[in-house]
């Protein structure tokens, strides 16, 4: 199965007025974002599409996003079975799309990558790209190979256009919404470099100054650590996020972020 980049679907020319620091030069990210997203595709064709390809001879039983198991069995391939495949396929890709999306915001978190909203939106068009248009086109080639009864050739292919248009919108929605809520929460660092790099997974208070123990940050800053733990839950993105990590047993975070809190506890009086 081919993969597909942005340019087999959209404009290029487009593409980079619309993302110029994406199309500049590949990021630290994208062969990571790339190699996740082509497992989950692998995943998701291998798991959920292929055994409907043996519908006409073995009819289907496959559990969906929810648990729930389908069984068709005796059924003649037809209309309403592919709307069936279609409604049951929608999920396991919003799922994909929202876990990678949050994942990389993630990943920019730990690694101290600024601004992140370059990242996000180079994994949507990886995810557009890379699993979105593929999976559908594996659906399409299932279509006609349960149509024909075996000889694809022997069948047009479906016009999937507004299906994939649904979830392109789904895609670059979730991505929109998450950008503005990092926005929103004073966190995107727009003039930063893409490709400034951190990793804070390798070290620690005692390594970066910029770091902070979760016991002394509570009394320098006087916050509860009840309070820190709370906001260390949040999601990516999540207004009062905070990034934490760890040594052992002890938290820690980065002071400039714990500074922050500490000046909205401030003006909440």
């Known amino acids: 199965?081919?993969?597909?980049?942005?340019?087999?679907?959209?404009?290029?020319?487009?593409?980079?007025?619309?993302?110029?620091?994406?199309f500049s030069k590949n990021s630290q990210l994208l062969p990571f974002i790339r190699q996740k997203v082509d497992k989950l595709r692998k995943t998701i064709i291998s798991d959920k599409l292929t055994p409907w390809r043996w519908f006409n001879s073995r009819g289907i039983e496959i559990t969906n996003f929810y648990g729930k198991t389908i069984c068709q069995k005796g059924t003649v391939y037809g209309e309403s079975?592919?709307?069936?495949?279609?409604?049951?396929?929608?999920?396991?890709?919003?799922?994909?799309?929202?876990?990678?999306?949050?994942?990389?915001?993630?990943?920019?978190?730990?690694?101290g990558l600024e601004p992140e909203e370059p990242y996000i939106r180079e994994s949507a068009m990886v995810l557009s790209g890379h699993l979105?248009?593929?999976?559908?086109?594996?659906?399409?080639?299932?279509?006609?190979?349960l149509r024909g009864k075996g000889d694809?050739?022997?069948?047009?292919?479906?016009?999937?256009?507004?299906?994939?248009?649904?979830?392109?919108?789904?895609?670059?929605k979730t991505q929109d919404e998450m950008v503005r809520g990092i926005e929103e929460s004073g966190m995107l660092k727009t003039q930063q470099p893409i490709d400034k790099a951190v990793d804070e997974t390798k070290t620690t208070p005692e390594t970066d100054a910029k770091l902070i123990y979760q016991a002394e940050a509570s009394q320098l800053y006087n916050i509860p650590k009840s309070t820190l733990s709370k906001a260390a839950k949040k999601s990516p993105g999540e207004v009062g996020y905070l990034w934490s990590g760890h040594k052992g047993k002890r938290i820690f975070y980065r002071k400039k972020d714990v500074e922050k809190l500490a000046r909205s506890r401030a003006k909440l009086g």
Not at 84 to 102: C, M
């Open 132 to 145: 979105l248009h593929p999976i559908y086109d594996e659906i399409v080639d299932i279509d006609r190979h």
């Open 152 to 172: 694809p050739k022997s069948v047009g292919r479906r016009d999937v256009t507004d299906e994939i248009t649904q979830m392109d919108n789904f895609l670059y």
């Open 81 to 111: 079975t592919v709307s069936v495949i279609f409604h049951f396929i929608v999920p396991f890709l919003e799922d994909a799309i929202v876990k990678t999306l949050y994942e990389t915001l993630e990943i920019c978190r730990v690694r």
């Open 1 to 22: 199965m081919a993969a597909y980049l942005c340019s087999d679907y959209l404009e290029k020319d487009r593409c980079k007025m619309a993302n110029p620091i994406i």
